[in-house]
């Protein structure tokens, strides 16, 4: 694992090769021991064949190698096919839903991202900790996918320090849900809601016509690490139109500089993942504070009053101004409360977010990422009461055993599983199986549930290697 404090880590994998379609079912997180603290979250990406050439190797998603196609590099923050955070535990399908994998689907090869929270920036750290995938030949009724809301990850979320409660709102439009929902919506049967270290609360508000309905889903004592997967006690019906707004809630009482949105720990995010069925065309929609009413509303005045230790110079590349830009607002001085006023003020007066509604492989749904849309007047603006939702729970069959590389992992079953253990090496550049053992079981079983463990050796560079059980 990389000598500092945050790396997210790409690693590459070709998923179960099937005749027929198949389902994922189950996904359960392989925390290497005494690494809690180290690995913060992991996300698994669906990613197109152009990744074949590069199973060998893994990579820093943030400094990739100039040899990745675009559609390689798209493929993290395209689809999500499972993601889990500190303190979360596994996630399992309802019994008439799975996530489509292998025969004719798009969902042949998979990148994990993993996030290294390694504060003290040692050298020493090396990990295997990665994702189970438990999936079954038999395919269920309905295709499962996940959805993401929320806050694109950026500097437009803006949180000054010492206060001890920021609310930031993030908005799904109904134009986006009309063309990227199927024309009797989806129904969403589980969440998991992500902010980190300041966040305090996060919400999943639903919006018809103009009119609140019950939220989807939200946690008014977040803990960052208490993350994981709820099941829902009732589905949620979202149709086409409907709007779905994120909101976080904010403590940086104890924090004496500027926090922006960020991939670190202490930088912020607000998002939810949305776990529903059918599977609809839409994958992402994310919003942000407009960038120029950012700049025209906050940034300018504050360098006009004096607020900015540090500012953009306009002859600057791009490159550099994006940088100059990320500092100058780190260093802006919120200890007057002008510069307080002139912040609340930029972000309560503007009504306008601009927001991203794609596909899979980053294709938009509706133009390009400068859609606009105004914030919707709703009849409760108040912070919503309800019913918590129950913990996700997991399977309740049987058990069956399963043996790979020597280490037992238990499976979960509906009939009597077949297993096979292909052995997978970490060295060089990280090599895939080439062993086949075959355990007892009949392997034209159709009710078989199968296991794929993805797991990441790092080796100086984090050397990938997967173990896949069939």
Not at 132 to 160: A, E
Not at 249 to 257: C, F, P, Q, W
Not at 296 to 302: Q, S
Request: charged share 15%; glycine share 8%; hydrophobic share 35%.
């Amino acid at each position: 694992v990389p000598a500092k404090p945050t790396t997210y880590w790409c690693s590459p994998f070709k998923l179960p090769v099937l005749q027929n379609e198949a389902h994922i079912i189950r996904f359960e997180p392989v925390v290497q021991e005494n690494h809690e603290e180290l690995v913060h979250h992991i996300l698994v990406y669906e990613c197109s064949d152009k990744l074949e050439p590069f199973l060998n190797v893994s990579w820093d998603c943030d400094n990739p190698p100039d040899s990745l196609p675009y559609e390689v590099l798209g493929c993290r923050g395209s689809v999500v096919l499972t993601a889990w955070a500190v303190g979360g535990a596994d996630m399992s399908f309802p019994s008439q839903v799975g996530l489509p994998m292998s025969g004719g689907t798009d969902t042949q090869y998979a990148l994990m991202e993993t996030h290294y929270n390694n504060e003290k920036s040692s050298p020493t750290y090396v990990d295997s900790s990665g994702m189970r995938v438990y999936y079954t030949p038999t395919k269920r009724q309905y295709d499962g996918s996940i959805l993401q809301f929320g806050s694109t990850v950026s500097v437009n979320l803006l949180l000054p320090p010492g206060l001890k409660d920021i609310k930031m709102q993030n908005t799904c439009p109904g134009a986006c849900s009309s063309a990227g929902l199927p024309p009797g919506g989806v129904n969403v049967f589980a969440s998991m809601l992500h902010s980190h270290t300041a966040g305090t609360a996060v919400w999943v508000e639903h919006i018809r016509n103009g009119s609140k309905l019950p939220n989807i889903d939200e946690n008014f004592n977040y803990d960052f690490n208490f993350q994981d997967v709820i099941l829902l006690r009732n589905e949620v019906k979202i149709l086409p139109g409907d709007e779905v707004q994120v909101f976080c809630r904010y403590d940086t009482s104890d924090r004496k500089e500027v926090t922006l949105g960020g991939e670190g720990t202490l930088d912020e995010m607000c998002l939810a993942f949305l776990v529903v069925y059918p599977k609809p065309t839409l994958t992402v929609c994310l919003s942000q504070i407009p960038t120029d009413v950012l700049v025209h509303l906050y940034y300018i005045p504050a360098l006009i009053r004096g607020y900015l230790t540090n500012y953009v110079n306009d002859s600057a590349d791009d490159a550099t101004k994006g940088v100059q830009f990320f500092y100058s607002l780190k260093s802006i001085d919120f200890s007057s409360q002008g510069s307080r006023d002139l912040w609340s003020g930029t972000y309560w007066s503007s009504k306008y977010r601009d927001y991203v509604c794609r596909a899979s492989g980053h294709r938009h749904i509706l133009g390009g990422v400068g859609n606009r849309t105004l914030l919707t007047e709703i009849k409760d603006p108040e912070d919503p009461t309800g019913v918590t939702p129950e913990p996700c729970v997991g399977f309740t069959e049987e058990p069956a055993t399963t043996q790979a590389l020597g280490a037992t992992t238990v499976g979960t079953t509906e009939e009597p599983a077949t297993t096979q253990a292909l052995g997978a090496t970490a060295g060089g550049g990280g090599t895939q199986a080439a062993s086949t053992t075959t355990a007892a079981g009949s392997p034209s079983d159709s009710s078989t549930v199968g296991c794929v463990s993805l797991s990441i050796w790092s080796f100086i560079g984090c050397i990938a290697a997967i173990v896949i059980m069939t």
